[in-house]
């Protein structure tokens, strides 16, 4: 079984940047960004977790919510087994935990919340104004 570790959230002013990456461990995790399709979540409190970007595992082939076209970047380092979620100009309706996730059940791009089956515990993104 895969496992996701989330880091590089943090507390950002409104307008700053920040770098969050996934890691994969345990059984065939040096594949899981080749042959997966991959996300990156987040649940603000009170709201409904929500997808931010999809990136195929087959491809380079990336989806993006509206609210952060052209703020954010997702992006695999294989070398490195980990999915990277660049995030700039950054805004306090940003403020969530961000979460990564992987469709064993695809290996292009996944859009679908309910199709993701391995989960990340989560990493805290707080926008201050």
Known sequence: QVQLVESGGGLVQAGGSLRLSCAASGKQSERTFAIYGLGWFRQAPGKEREIVAAIAGSSDSAYY????????????DNAKNTI???MNSLKPEDTAVYYCA????????????????????GTQVTVSS
């Open 65 to 76: 919510t509206k609210s952060v076209e052209g703020r954010v970047t997702i992006f695999k």
């Open 102 to 121: 992987v469709d064993q059940s695809n290996a292009g791009l996944s859009t679908t919340l309910s199709w993701y089956d391995v989960w990340g515990q």
């Open 84 to 86: 990277k979620l660049q």
